[in-house]
């Protein structure tokens, strides 16, 4: 039988508390500045949690908690409550969630044809899941960890975005017959954090044997080559040549670098700083009286029709390693073997995002 889905008897429709604060000043030269804070807590939000799983059977070296075991192929058998079931996700609720926001925005009218806005925000949302999908046990699924499945350990979520930048800017150009707009925005922002994952090939990837190998993360070893620390398959050149470039990959991505010695946690890495820019030019036409015709082209992600090395928006790859088989000891000796490409690429720019588009529309109006 498919995996069922139950609701808690104490499952609550979310509810949140928010406050904020603002405050406008007029500064010299005509420039209005905003400053506006804002702090929201969840009373009650929700949680898929997998009822199915027996309980945790151990610990791996690194501290992994494990609800299951594994063959030596690196399979994972998950101790469940009922076999006829691989999962019973059960939607309940809790109240840990929380963010904040600090704006900062300057505004000024240079003249009745130019005005322009100059914004800041910072930014911190930490939650429990990520609820992001409408079928429940995707959204279990999706929760990256390494300890209990039940624990409500706050984290990075995955709508947190530290930093945004914004810049807008409209002018008229100047005559009165036929009216011409020009108007210009650009976003920058924090790039998506992820979490580096084992790769999910041939039912392996299931790190912690909990039913799924789409939420383990890796653990990150001081030193590549210290065979306790993570083993590599293949020949003993190949070996090397894996540890020599997990070592360098490890050095130069600030997140891995930072945590060695340890499970990555949650949501800990982040794809680069993302640039979005649209540019608008509205004409008049003649129409009419009475009658407004006018023609509009926007130009989305216009830095990439500037240039093709620009407005790239990079994805991550999160399946780092490749799990492929298990060392033949018992637990909490036993490791998994992974495989580690040199020519890993960690982004790639396939999204439609990344490419510029142009719009062409005409507006009647009577």
């Not at 007029?26 to 209005?32: A, F, G, Q, T």
């Not at 001081?222 to 050149?237: L, Q, V």
């Amino acid at each position: 039988m498919g995996p069922v889905n139950l609701l808690d008897r104490r499952l609550a429709f979310p509810r949140a508390v928010r406050a904020s604060l603002g405050y406008d000043r007029r500064l010299p030269w005509e420039v209005v500045a905003t400053l506006e804070g804002v702090y929201t807590r969840m009373l009650r939000d929700v949680l898929f949690i997998n009822q199915n799983l027996s309980g945790p059977v151990g610990t791996d070296r690194h501290g992994r908690v494990l609800y299951g075991r594994f063959d030596l192929r690196g399979v994972a058998a998950t101790d469940l409550v009922s076999n006829r079931f691989p999962q019973v996700i059960d939607l309940a609720s809790h109240s840990r969630n929380h963010s904040y926001e600090l704006v900062a925005q300057l505004e000024k009218r240079f003249s009745d044809r130019l005005q322009g806005t100059l914004g800041y925000a910072y930014s911190r949302v930490r939650d429990v899941q990520t609820p992001l999908n409408p079928i429940a046990i995707n959204n279990w699924r999706g929760r990256a960890l390494s300890g209990r499945h039940d624990a409500l350990e706050v984290g990075i979520s995955e709508f947190d975005q530290p930093h945004r930048v914004i810049i807008a800017a409209s002018y008229a150009l100047p005559w009165s017959r036929w009216k011409t707009d020009l108007s210009f925005y650009y976003v920058g922002g924090s790039g998506a954090p992820f979490t580096y994952t084992a790769a999910r090939i041939s039912n392996r990837g299931d790190l912690n044997a909990d039913g799924t190998n789409l939420n383990d993360p890796i653990y990150v070893p001081w030193n590549a080559a210290d065979t306790a620390e993570i083993r590599f398959a293949g020949s003993p050149d190949t070996i090397l040549s894996q540890q020599v470039a997990f070592d360098a990959f490890i050095d130069l991505t600030p997140c891995l670098r930072r945590q060695r010695g340890r499970i990555a946690e949650r949501n800990s890495c982040r794809s680069p700083w993302v640039h979005t820019t649209a540019l608008a030019v509205r004409q008049a036409l003649p129409a009419p009286r009475g009658h407004v015709l006018s023609l509009e082209i926007q130009v989305f992600n216009l830095l990439n029709l500037l240039s093709q090395g620009w407005g790239l928006v990079r994805t991550p790859d999160t399946a780092l390693l490749s799990h492929v088989g298990q060392t033949a000891e018992t637990l909490p000796e036993a490791q998994p073997i992974f495989r580690f490409d040199p020519a890993f690429r960690p982004y790639n720019t396939d999204s439609p995002e990344s490419y510029y588009q142009i719009q062409l529309a005409a507006r009647y109006s009577f």
